[in-house]
Nanobody, 123 residues
Framework: QVQLVESGGGLVQPGGSLRLSCAAS????????IGWFRRAPGKEREGVAC????????LYADSVKGRFTISRDNVKNTVYLQMNSLKPEDTAVYHC????????????????WGQGIQVTVSS
């Protein structure tokens, strides 16, 4: 069964940290670039970060640069999103998906995506 499953979300205070995981199964994970996206209430979906399949190069949205780090473990078929210095405006549903990378931009390729997980930053 092909799937991407997110975990690690929850409630955290401003300034805190969370690490999201995106576990893949059912396809050749190492062949795919993976991205994280988020959607906050009343806002459009935003690409947060992505990591390539080839050399592990990464891209970040300006809103998270310097605070979030994306990484991948091709043995565990998992992509991670380490989120530090979290702000209330980071509150959203986060999901991972396979992506196409176009220079400095990335977008879901429509092949595989997860159901999403809630991250809430609040005191």
């Amino acid at each position: 069964q092909v799937q991407l499953v997110e975990s690690g979300g929850g409630l955290v205070q401003p300034g805190g940290s969370l690490r999201l995981s995106c576990a893949a199964s059912g396809f050749t994970f190492e062949d795919y670039a993976i991205g994280w996206f988020r959607r906050a209430p009343g806002k459009e979906r935003e690409g947060v970060a992505c990591i390539s399949s080839s050399d592990g190069s990464t891209l970040y949205a300006d809103s998270v640069k310097g605070r979030f780090t994306i990484s991948r473990d091709n043995v565990k078929n998992t992509v991670y999103l380490q989120m530090n210095s979290l702000k209330p405006e980071d509150t959203a549903v986060y999901h991972c998906a396979t992506v196409e990378i176009y220079g400095s931009l990335w977008e879901e390729d429509g092949e595989y995506w997860g159901q999403g997980i809630q991250v809430t930053v609040s005191s």
